[in-house]
Each structure stands twice: as C-alpha cells, then as structure tokens.
C-alpha cells in the first residue's frame, strides 16, 4: 500500500533531498517489482530496408573513418542509448570491397553473426577467419580484432555486445592498434581445428572463459541440426534449439551471452514461452512469424527481432526455418536470477 502525501511528509522528503537522500517508502514499488518491468519493447527489423540504408552509407563514409561502419538496432523503447534490450547491444555492420575496419580492443565481448554476402574475414588475435551467412564468430573480452574485404561483393553481420552490462559495471577500456590490420600469426581454421572435434589438446589450460573457438561454422551447425531431427525430439516451446557451448567447460561460448540455434520445421507452432532473458532472434532460414505478448511479427531471411523479459512468445513457421538468437541468460543463471515459464507445455 502506497504511504499517503501529507504536508509534513512532503516537507520531510524535500529535507533530506538536501542531503542527498530518499526515503525508501517512497520508491519501493518501482525498485522491487512483483514481475519485471522494463522500458525494452517488441520490435522487428527487416533486413532488405536496413541493406538500403547501408549502402547509402557506404556512399557516405568509410570503414576506417568511421572506425566500424555499423547501424545500431535501437530498441523503441530505450531510444537514444544504443541498447537492443537493457543490457546488450546490437547492430547491422557493413564492410565492402577493399574496406579496412582497423584493429581494435575493448572490455565489451562481441559476437558476429553472418547474415549477407560471403569472403570477407576477421582477424581475432592473430587469427584470421573468412566468413560464410550462418557463421557465429566470438571477440572475446580485450582482443584485438580487425575486418577486411578482399572480395567484390559486400559483407553483412550482426554485431551482438554486452555493452550496456559492461558500461552499467563501470569497467570499460579500449585502445585502438598502431597498424590498421594485425599480423596474422596462426593459419585459418587453427582454432577450429584444435578444438572444434571433441579433442582438446592434452595439458593445455587456457584459464579463459570464452570459447577457444572463434567461428562456429554454419555448415557444422547445420549438420548438428539435422542429427538432432533425426532423433524426433522437438521440444513443445522451442522446436529443436541448441546452445552454442565452450568444448573447454560444456558452458556458454561466451561468459556473459548466450547464443543459440533453433530449427522450427515446416508447420511447427510452439508452445508458448516466457523467460526473463531479453532475447534477440536472427532469422537465417525460412519464413514465419512470431507473437509477442498481443503483437505479431511476420518474419523472412535476414530478418530481426527483439522478444522482452517475461513477454509471452510463440513462433510458427511456413518452412523449415532456423532462428539464431542471443541474450544476457548466463549472467542471469550465474547470479540464480534466470526464470522461465512454459506455460501449459
């Protein structure tokens, strides 16, 4: 029950506000909410206008002047401060032929996810990878990293950071490289190759909480996808999703985003699902739509979504579809915060 205003009490909290204080009573309700309450709204991008708008400004400005030649995905609920949901990033990067994105590192960690065109590369610590649509690429937590085109046709990702968690923790740095691309010092694929095969190198312990990996190839992802169909275990609410996992630990590839793959196939319609997890999709496969709370959003190849903490979802689709999708879920399991419902599955 709200404390009524009174005189005297209006007089007493404009007292303290002097000094810095509020009295607790009095905001409560909104600190401590029966169920979550955010700013973050459902909301879809298509990817044919987005492309329109990035080749405008690729007319407009240069990879390297710009440093990284992004569109950020604005959640219309949070406008304004460069956040998808409260607590990560998005955004639509472009690298065309002969770009150079210069060398760069930073707290935030970063993945790619590959949605247009096919050739160019990342190099992440001396590795260098050329990408494919499909493929999930991880920038750990302050390593340098660099992108090029040396193809004739442009390149299009998603671009996923936890910078809004970082920027809230206070515990930002970055620092640019003194030469625009850095020495690739390993051969392509050598991640992959040492760890991506169920082998782990005998007496090697790296200590660090993302993935070895750095390219999840979608050829690969695709293949584990359609080994799990075979086993006809479709899951009421998620169809069949996987998780993208550290071969180290069996956890999350990456310490503070989940990443996940799902297949829906042709006339699937899930269960509906809520979960606290604010959660971005990228469709890659197939066509459908998704209903959000009492919104529905029809979605194709390329296209992206944002689904709310505790907003109730269900997704239906017209083909076999495959959805990848990102959210903040291990730091919420790693601090017994996450939550989900399943509703009547």
Not at 81 to 97: C, D, E, F, R
Not at 166 to 178: H, I, P, T
Request: proline share 6%; charged share 25%; with cysteine.
């Amino acid at each position: 029950m709200a404390a009524v205003s009174t005189p005297e009490r209006e007089a007493f909290y404009k007292k303290i506000d002097g000094e810095n204080l509020t009295a607790l009573w009095t905001v409560m309700s909104d600190l401590i909410t029966p169920e979550p309450k955010s700013a973050c709204r459902p909301h879809l991008w298509q990817f044919a206008a987005i492309r329109n708008y990035m080749m405008e400004a690729g007319q407009l400005i240069t990879a390297k002047e710009a440093e990284r030649r992004v569109l950020i995905l604005e959640n219309p609920g949070l406008r304004g401060q460069s956040k998808i949901t409260t607590s990560l990033y998005a955004g639509i990067q472009m690298v065309i032929p002969g770009d150079i994105a210069p060398a760069h590192r930073h707290s935030q960690s970063a993945l790619r996810f590959v949605l247009g065109g096919k050739g160019a590369f990342t190099t992440v610590d001396g590795e260098r990878t050329v990408m494919q649509p499909g493929d999930f690429v991880i920038t750990p937590s302050m390593a340098w990293h660099d992108h090029g085109n040396e193809t004739s046709e442009p390149m299009f990702w998603l671009d996923g950071l936890d910078i809004p968690l970082v920027q809230f923790l206070d515990a930002s740095f970055a620092e640019g490289a003194r030469d625009d691309q850095q020495k690739v010092a390993r051969p392509a694929g050598d991640s992959f190759a040492r760890y991506g095969h169920n082998l782990l190198p005998v007496g090697t312990k790296r200590g660090a909480r993302t993935s070895p990996i750095f390219n999840y190839p979608y050829a690969h992802t695709r293949e584990a996808l359609e080994q799990a169909r075979r086993r006809d275990e479709w899951d009421p609410c998620h169809g069949l999703k996987l998780k993208f996992s550290n071969p180290e630990t069996g956890d999350y590839a990456m310490p503070t985003i989940g990443t996940f793959i799902q297949l829906l196939p042709n006339g699937f319609s899930t269960a509906r699902y809520r979960s606290t997890d604010a959660t971005v999709f990228a469709a890659i496969e197939g066509r459908g739509r998704t209903r959000i709370g009492e919104q529905v959003f029809e979605w194709g190849p390329r296209d992206l979504f944002v689904v709310p903490s505790w907003h109730w979802v269900t997704h239906e689709a017209d083909e076999d579809a495959v959805l990848f999708s990102f959210s903040d879920r291990p730091v919420q399991e790693k601090l017994d915060l996450f939550r989900e419902d399943r509703g009547n599955a």
